[in-house]
C-alpha cells in the first residue's frame, strides 16, 4: 500500500458530481496546514497547472475493475476502465489540466478543474510543453461524442 | 489518508533514475494480478495515455515540502515544490503523458515513460484532446532550459 495524503482541498461552487459544463468554472485550490505559500512560489510564472486529485464521493463498492460502457451509455462501446476517465476506477484518481489564474497566499486559484466543492488534491504540478505531446493525438469517435458538452459553460 | 494500490508495474531497461535522455526508451506496463487484459480494452484505439505513478525509490526522509532550485541547480531560481516536477515532492507520485505502441494480454507497451523498472503504476488514463491545454501554454525560461536534454535519445 501506498499512503498518499491531501495536499491540499478544492474550494468551489459546485457541490455535487456533474458529467458536464465545467467550463469556465474557477476554483480555489487551498493548502493544507502541513504547507505555506512557498510551496506554490513561481507557479505564476506558468499558464497551466495538473491537479491530481481524489473522488472523494466515489463509493469504494462501485469501483469497475474491467469493462463497461463510458457514463454507462449503450451507444458506445464497451471499454476498460483504463480506456475511459470515469470517475468510478481504481484508486479513484483524477487529473486534470487547469489554467492559473493567480496565487493568493496558500490558494492557487484555477479555471476549469472539473472537480467539486471538498475534493482532497494530492499534487500540483506546473505543465511543461515539454511534457505534452510530441506526436499526434488520436482517439476514438466516441470519446470525441462524449466530450461535447464538457467544457461548455454551465447554462444559467 | 487514501490508501492506493500498485495496478501495474513498469518493466523497463532503465534500473536506476536518471535526469535526461529519455527519448525513444520503451517499457512494458504490466498490470497487477487483480486485473486482467478486459480492463485495457479498447485503450489502442488511443495514440496517447497518462501514467500516474509513484517514485518508489525517493525516501520519503528527503521530501522537500517548501521550495528549493529545481535539480538543486542554482543557476535557476527557488521555487515551490508544488511549481516544479522533481520526484522528490509530497505523496511522490508522477504523471506522464506516453505513446502508445500495442496491447499484449495484460501489457501495455509504450514509448517514453520516464520511469524506471519496478515503479508501481497507480491509475492508466486515455488522452482525450478535450483535456489538453485549451488556451496557449506558457512556461518561466528555467523550465525550458531544464528539460533541453529530457527527450534526447540515450547515448550510444
Redesign the interface.
Known amino acids: 500500500?501506498?499512503?498518499?495524503?491531501?495536499?491540499a482541498y478544492v474550494e468551489a461552487a459546485r457541490q455535487q458530481a456533474r458529467d458536464d459544463f465545467w467550463g469556465q468554472t474557477l476554483a480555489c485550490i487551498r493548502l493544507s496546514e502541513?504547507?505555506?505559500a512557498?510551496?506554490?512560489?513561481?507557479?505564476d510564472?506558468?499558464?497551466?497547472v495538473?491537479i491530481?486529485f481524489?473522488f472523494h464521493r466515489v463509493d469504494p463498492a462501485h469501483i469497475v475493475?474491467?469493462?463497461r460502457h463510458p457514463r454507462n451509455n449503450p451507444d458506445w462501446?464497451?471499454?476498460?476502465?483504463?480506456?475511459?476517465?470515469g470517475k468510478n476506477?481504481?484508486?479513484r484518481?483524477g487529473?486534470?489540466?487547469c489554467?492559473i489564474q493567480r496565487l493568493e497566499g496558500p490558494c492557487?486559484w484555477v479555471a476549469?478543474l472539473d472537480a467539486i466543492d471538498g475534493t482532497?488534491v494530492?499534487?500540483?504540478?506546473?505543465?511543461?510543453?515539454?511534457?505534452?505531446?510530441?506526436?499526434?493525438?488520436?482517439?476514438?469517435a466516441w470519446?470525441?461524442t462524449l466530450?461535447q458538452a464538457?467544457?461548455l459553460p454551465e447554462e444559467a
Open positions: 500500500m501506498w499512503p498518499i495524503e491531501p495536499v502541513a504547507y505555506t512557498e510551496a506554490l512560489q513561481g507557479l510564472a506558468f499558464s497551466h495538473e491530481l481524489g475493475t474491467a469493462a462501446p464497451a471499454v476498460g476502465i483504463f480506456a475511459q476517465r476506477r481504481p484508486n484518481l487529473s486534470t489540466i489554467q492557487l476549469e482532497p494530492f499534487d500540483i504540478k506546473p505543465v511543461l510543453p515539454a511534457f505534452l505531446p510530441r506526436t499526434p493525438v488520436q482517439q476514438p470519446a470525441e466530450m464538457y467544457w
